[in-house]
């Protein structure tokens, strides 16, 4: 059997680093064909070759976490990577393999892999409804702190 291939898409490059560098330690055999730092690029890098998996971060500049995982529904398996829990359980009903929340902890990664060599033998999933209501989730969030009061 191949060695799994995944792409890393993270606008924050600590994070994005921090991420690679846990996969190589957790998973050696798991090849990280590209890390990408925006939407636009994580598209581009999907247009090759789909990897097996994709590691999405939720909000990042150009096309969202949630546009690059439309692209992918049905071609790769997915796992998003934010700050918002609100969102996962939804993620885990539509078919997504796993939710991660940043700062992401070794233990909580090793959980997301063994979800991921379970998934690998099947198909990935079609996440039409998931990012649907994500996206309309995302939409109604316009709430701004207009004033920070310090002494």
Known sequence: MKAPTAIVAEDEPVLREELVEMLADQWPELAVVAQAADGDAAAQALAGAPPDILFLDIEMPGLSGLEVARRASGRCHVVFVTAYDKYAVAAFE????????????????????????????????????????????????????RWITAS
């Open 94 to 145: 539509e078919g997504a393999v796993d939710y991660v929340m940043k700062p992401i902890s070794p233990a909580r990664l090793d959980a997301t892999i063994a979800r991921l060599k379970q998934r690998l033998a099947g198909p990935p999933a079609d996440l039409t409804g998931l990012l649907q209501s994500l996206a309309a989730t995302l939409g109604q969030r316009k709430e701004y702190l």
